[in-house]
């Protein structure tokens, strides 16, 4: 069986091939590894890769899942289920105007009004979250079309919270081509 | 609370809205209910606390690391209300909480400071012409500051203003108190604090030092004793200083002197921290004693019955402090759920943790999820158990530092002490964890499809065959 996994951003092709109950042979890039496994719970497995021992510890979280080998994490999905559905929404949340806190916060100061000139990495507004604060900076030069949140505001990644009019146009449209 | 259980002493835990399944409400014998997640609404707000207290009929308060731990209307409070604050008295948290004054009463001591301002100020022409004096690079620290919180390095003048107004604002919601002052950034230094204990008759002692220079955002990550770079009579000089310093201050309990070392070996005072740390059980971990206890029987008024002379300690400990947070993006807070964990174990392992599979990290508060310490008879053994524990510590559903912890534990410079406040900045700048367990992990990926028999489900309805024979063979490994 082919199996085209998203681990992390890369993207990896491997053919899968059950050889018995406990056994398991891959092949990537003519790499052939052969994994003996046990399932211990729904998040433990002990692996025989090559015939080398290791404990992989396993949560779903969407359609991912985060592998944990040796203190490393990874996380992995299934290109072919989850790259479907949300094609479209990814090439949407790539327009550049955004200025969105990157996790849940708290907004402390906002540095810029309606109508003021910014120029690209000036700071616009600073946000806390877990006490620590971060001060996100303007995407581009442009004026602000509207400031859409109040100090003391709960925001959410993916909110917008100041709108900016981008000068040049032009590469907007660039870069909001399907690519 | 675990000292207090072994010592016969009953709890009570206070908790807001966003830690009603925090593990310390879990754990006490009883537990009030303060409000709102905010911890204005909650753990900072002292007239709910001091009704808890009361109406569970409590006889002292633990302030604990945070919030209220060194405020000192807090002490005034429970002092005036006949409820035990076990801490030192208010009037030495207000002198040594604000740094400035702090600064004051150890220069008194004849215990040497930063260069910088022994006053705060609010005035920008002010504040950017001390800088100057100062020169740069400056650290914009906040005058009631510890923990990080309301410190801003700034290097150039033109950042100046930003990183005032922004040191000042955090400072203001996390001690109420928005005032800051400057001090010369002292580039590759060593932190390193010593541990005191004071009784109310007098008697001080410290419990020898702890080397703490691995940071980020000024945030200790990795903490250490005795310190690599810790000679006889380095030690001497230097705990004689934090007993000076406690002995000026009048202090009572246990505390903390820190210092900064510079690479020949001056240190000067930074601050004290009047309180219970983080990273005390390192300390515990060598001297055998439980702070705690300490603690507890100082502010009921016992004598210490440690002398300096028979305060011995033995072997190394190691402590790392795991945080909800990402270490590949900039060490960003990573709120969350904790889907799976698992906490290491074995001889000289200890986890004082604060989560549990199932746990809902709130985003309201420190991202601190546990502290894993570690204890062996030498440095080299103390790192190598250290590297095990953490590889075997497993913590799904949000990021942690574990990662990059092990490759901090595991890379020469460490090894070699060479551990200054930079040395995140200088050694690992950029880190990405060398993911070599890539195709097991992808294996463990594919077996774990299997065994749920979706894969093959999704292909069946996708390719409309039967012929696969992973179809007909159903789940397996079970």
Known sequence: MEYHLKIGENMISLHAEKKGDHSITLSRDN???????????????????????????????????????????????????????SRGKKRAQVIPQEITPPMPAVVVRILVSRGDRVKQGDSVIVVSSMKMETTLTAPSDGSVRSVNVAEGDKVMPGHILIDIDRDDAATTKEESQPG | MN??????????AVY??????????????????????????????????????????????HPGYGFLAENPLFAERCEREKLVFIG???HVIRDLGNKTVARRTVVAGGVPVIPGMNRPESDPGILAREAENIGYPVLVKAAAGGGGKGMRIVTSPKDFQEACASASSEAGRAFSDGSIYLERYLTRSRHVEFQIVADQHGHVVHLFERECSIQRRHQKIIEETPSPIMTFELRQRMGAAAVAVAKASGYVNAGTVEFLVDQQGNFYFLEVNTRLQVEHPITEMITGLDIVRIQLEVASGSQLSLTQENVRSRGHAIECRIYAEDPEKGFYPSPGKIIYMREPSGPGVRNDCGIYSGFQVPVEYDPILSKLIVYAED??????????ALEDYVILGVSTPVPFLIDVLKSEAFARGDTFTDFIDTHFSGWKPDRFDEDAACAAFIIDELSRGRKAEATATQQGAGLSPWQTLGPWGR
Request: glycine content about 6%; hydrophobic content about 40%.
């Open chain 1, 31 to 85: 790499c052939i590894l052969d994994v003996e496994f046990t399932v211990i719970s729904e998040h433990h497995q002990h692996l025989l890769v090559n015939g080398c021992p290791l404990n992989a510890y396993l949560a779903r979280d969407g359609n991912t899942r985060m592998v944990m080998i040796k203190g490393i994490p990874y996380s992995i999905g299934d290109a072919d289920v989850i790259d479907a559905p």
């Open chain 2, 3 to 12: 000292t207090c259980r072994e010592m016969g002493i009953a709890t009570v």
């Open chain 2, 16 to 61: 807001s809205e966003a830690d009603r399944k925090a593990v310390h409400v879990l754990k006490a014998d009883q537990a009030v209910f303060l409000g709102d997640s905010d911890p204005a609404e909650s753990y900072l707000n002292i007239d709910k606390i001091i009704e808890a207290a009361k109406e569970t009929g409590a006889e002292a308060v």
């Open chain 2, 88 to 90: 030192p008295p208010s």
């Open chain 2, 379 to 388: 440095r080299n053994q103390a790192i190598m158990r250290m590297i095990q």
